[in-house]
């Protein structure tokens, strides 16, 4: 499957028809446990010796496939689903962290995992530093010889900034260190940071790859081009005996997908965030449209970024795809010379503006989500971002009259409708506000 395009992965990867069954759709393995041959049979899967599958904590053929999918879609070796796109990125970077260690992080982060970087992960003893920009320069500034990842969004939700993968993978490997990117809202259908230098992707499932706002997942994905062996002093944990596994030493028993194994037999066995095998069969019916969806998706925000950029009611539009944005260099570099479907606009008025256009939508749904088929509007500052102090959000890119946008594949006339009549409503409360004071 390796040399067949996206679209064809999103559709085949990482299953033939079920052995037992034909089945061409992929079955839902609704199981817990898996019978043993025998005790010896039982003590070679236990022992890493046999291939097969032992308990549904660890690993679900279910599951399975949509790993072994969502890993040739991101051009990795391996990678392992779990519940949601948080417990992805708690894996993610505690796999690769002892307390007194830190990673480097860019500042433009989703409101949750701010909150798990700076304060969840502080009271385990590890620390997360914010970096002043998102530029690789701001990041080389702040490692040290305590540093063991550097963090960015590809694309940064909400402030919609682009990130330099190729230069932060530079700078974090001129370190000695992997760089860990969340490729949530470009997906790698327009997207594939392991091709620019990223070492280890994660994904909230939950948004586009699912695509129908219907089910909760995360996954990570091993590029197997980190070369833990090299940096043994930095990574013991990859390099020497693990003594809560028989005394396995994972870069040994596993080669180039030393870091994923490790983050299933140590952090999916033992605290346990399974993804369900109903929940994978459901964000692989998803998958199986990404591509379609996605382009879509980009036209369509397309067509609204344009109409609110030249609409007086609107003071800015924050869009990738406009010429004069300042990531839109790297967004035509690393985005196929597209923009995502994900942007923000202020509406004139402020919070207040921003709460009255964003209560005047009727199509366009109000929640705090993304990458559904549906458009869905956010309002950051009362919402997602709202537990950071105002220096936080705006270092997040955060503003209060900031209004995120989600375009979704509906006809795209009938999103701008809509929120043509919500800008309309707003503003004429405005009026109404105006005569009478
Ligand atoms: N990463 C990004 C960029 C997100 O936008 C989100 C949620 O909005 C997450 C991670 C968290 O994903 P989940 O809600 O699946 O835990």
Redesign the pocket.
Known sequence: MSKVRKETIAIHGGYEDDPTTHSVAVPIYQTVAYAFDSADHGAALFNLEAEGFRYSRISNPTCAVLERRVAQLEGGVEAMAV???????HYAVANLLDPGKNIVSVPQ?????HTLFAHYLRRLGITVRFAESDQPAAIAALLDENSRGVFC?T????AGNMCDIEGLARVAHAHGVPLIV?N??ATPILLRPIEHGADIV??????FMGGHGTT???IIVDSGKFPWRNHARRFPMFNEPDESYHGLVYTDHFGDAAYIARCRSVYLRTTGSVLSPLSAFLLLQGIETVALRVERHVENARRVAEFLRNDPRVDWVNYVGFPDNPYHALARKYLNGKACSLLTFGAKGGYDGAVRFYDALKLIKRL????DAKSLACHPAST?HRQMTREEQVKAGVTPEMIRLSIGIEHADDIIADLDQALDAARLRLDVLAAAS
Do not use: I
């Not at 519940?83 to 990125?89: D, I, P, R, W």
């Open positions: 519940g949601s796109g948080q417990a992805a990125l982060l989703y409101g949750t995992t969004e694309v940064g939700n909400p969340d949530t809202v994660v994904h909230s499932m939950t948004k909760m997942g995360g705090v989500n993304l990458g997602t």
